[in-house]
């Protein structure tokens, strides 16, 4: 059974820094892109970040690129997200979620998320 | 960026009705297109992909058309367990987009 389970949130001052962390099994997390996806108090769902099964390749949304890192541990079969200069508007439930692959290519749909961590950044 | 529209923002319907959702595109995305469906307090469910092939496990009373920039998520026959939150994606490029979703709640 895939499962995705989030870690890390908590209050946090404008400004400040989180390290997010998502812990994967049921399913070779080595061989599969990752995401993160987020989701402020009573809004729609936004895309954050994206990173690919051997972490060569990361995309990032506009509104966090230069203050967030999205990485991995194939290891440790753990996702990171790293978040520096937190900003209210930060604020948001923080999904990681797992992208469909057949063969060599991904679809950048998410097949799998986790419960999500809630992050809050005020003073 | 892809912009996506999703409309309308919230349906009030009964248990049976049929539902259709629309989702349009800000470009083309050929069949890059999946729906979601979101409880309260609970991570997104993929329920189609690539415009219309329905996720493995999803009732087939869900079904998704369209392709390019306008594109329909119906639901044939609404039962209980479907008033909740929907929301499309493409996944043509990058950024990925989510469209604003839309509610469906009981009337």
């Known amino acids: 059974e895939v499962q995705l389970v989030e870690s890390g949130g908590g209050l946090v001052q404008p400004g400040g820094s989180l390290r997010l962390s998502c812990a994967a099994s049921g399913f070779t997390f080595s061989t599969y892109a990752m995401n993160w996806v987020r989701q402020a108090p009573g809004k729609g769902l936004e895309w954050v970040s994206f990173i690919s099964d051997g972490a060569g390749t990361t995309y990032y949304a506009d509104s966090v690129k230069g203050r967030f890192t999205i990485s991995r ?9 790293q978040m520096n200069s937190l900003r209210a508007e930060d604020t948001a439930v923080y999904y990681c979620a797992k992208t469909v692959r057949s063969g060599s290519i991904y679809y950048n749909y998410f097949d799998f998320w986790g419960q999500g961590t809630l992050v809050t950044v005020s003073s | 960026d ?3 529209t999703q409309s ?3 349906l009030s319907a009964s248990v049976g009705d049929r539902v259709t959702i629309t989702c349009r595109a800000s470009q083309s995305i050929g069949s890059w297109l999946a729906w979601y469906q979101q409880k309260p307090g609970k991570a997104p469910k ?3 992909y690539k415009a219309s092939d329905l996720e493995s496990g999803v009732p087939s009373r869900f079904s998704g058309s369209g392709s390019g920039t306008d594109f329909t998520l119906t639901i044939s026959s609404l039962q209980p367990d479907d008033f909740a939150t929907y929301y499309c994606q493409q996944y043509n490029s990058y950024p990925l987009t989510f469209g604003g979703g839309t509610k469906v ?3």
């Open chain 1, 73 to 81: 541990d194939n290891s440790k079969s753990t996702l990171y997200l």
């Open chain 2, 2 to 4: 892809i912009q996506m």
């Open chain 2, 8 to 10: 309308p923002s919230t």
């Open chain 2, 46 to 48: 993929v329920l189609i």
């Open chain 2, 105 to 107: 709640e009981i009337k």
